[in-house]
């Protein structure tokens, strides 16, 4: 799909998007809430456990000095008030997830890079390729919460000129046709390169 119309206001005059993607929503939200849940479940567990095994009862007096009625285990009150604490933590973590999942695009553009991010509110980052040696190392990793081959998470280094000086690295979170748009990628930093090395011919 086309994604020019959520760059259009960070867009020059003369620059086309060549290639833009979304976030593969399912796997970025899962992959931000994994490990959130698995923290309320075990502790809700532990609690629970904790007062099943040692409830709220009433201990009287054994008769000596020091001995008074008093009481012992885990009332119920302080389970359900740390559970709501953490299920309400859990709720807001899943929806800036939501909300940052829904927020995540990337675009190529002939000479930068662009990423759109942000849950509540919505930042840009640009990543100059203009001038690249035309070295360029791409990884796409599946998610295993996304079944759909063609959707990764991209791992990007690109070489800029002068060579062994500096790069660039992108690191993206599952993506809608990931391996098609690291394709466009791979396409547009190689073409750069050509031009860089016609205009240094020149020179």
């Not at 599946?142 to 690191?171: K, M, T, W």
Request: proline share 3%; with cysteine; glycine share 4%.
């Amino acid at each position: 799909m086309d994604y020019t119309d959520k760059f259009k206001t960070v867009l020059y005059e003369d620059e086309k998007v060549i290639a833009s993607a979304s976030a593969s929503k399912k796997s970025f939200i899962l992959r931000q809430i994994l490990a959130p849940a698995i923290i309320f479940l075990v502790a809700t567990l532990a609690l629970t456990i904790v007062a099943i095994v040692c409830p709220r009862r009433f201990v009287p007096s054994d008769g000596s000095f020091w001995s008074r009625d008093h009481y012992a285990g885990m009332p119920l009150w302080v389970l359900f008030l740390v559970s709501g604490v953490l299920l309400a933590i859990f709720g807001l973590v899943f929806f800036l997830s939501y909300k940052s999942a829904n927020n995540y695009y990337i675009a190529l553009t002939e000479k930068r890079i662009i990423i759109r991010r942000g849950a509540l509110t919505t930042d840009f980052s640009y990543l100059a390729i203009d001038k690249v040696s035309g070295n360029i190392h791409i990884t796409c990793n599946q998610s295993i919460f996304d079944r759909n081959e063609n959707n990764c998470a991209l791992y990007i280094s690109i070489e800029l000129l002068p060579v062994g000086h500096r790069g660039i690295s992108i690191a993206t979170p599952p993506i809608v046709d990931g391996y098609n748009f690291s394709m466009a990628i791979d396409k547009q930093v190689k073409e750069n390169a050509k031009l860089q090395t016609i205009q240094t011919i020149k020179e």
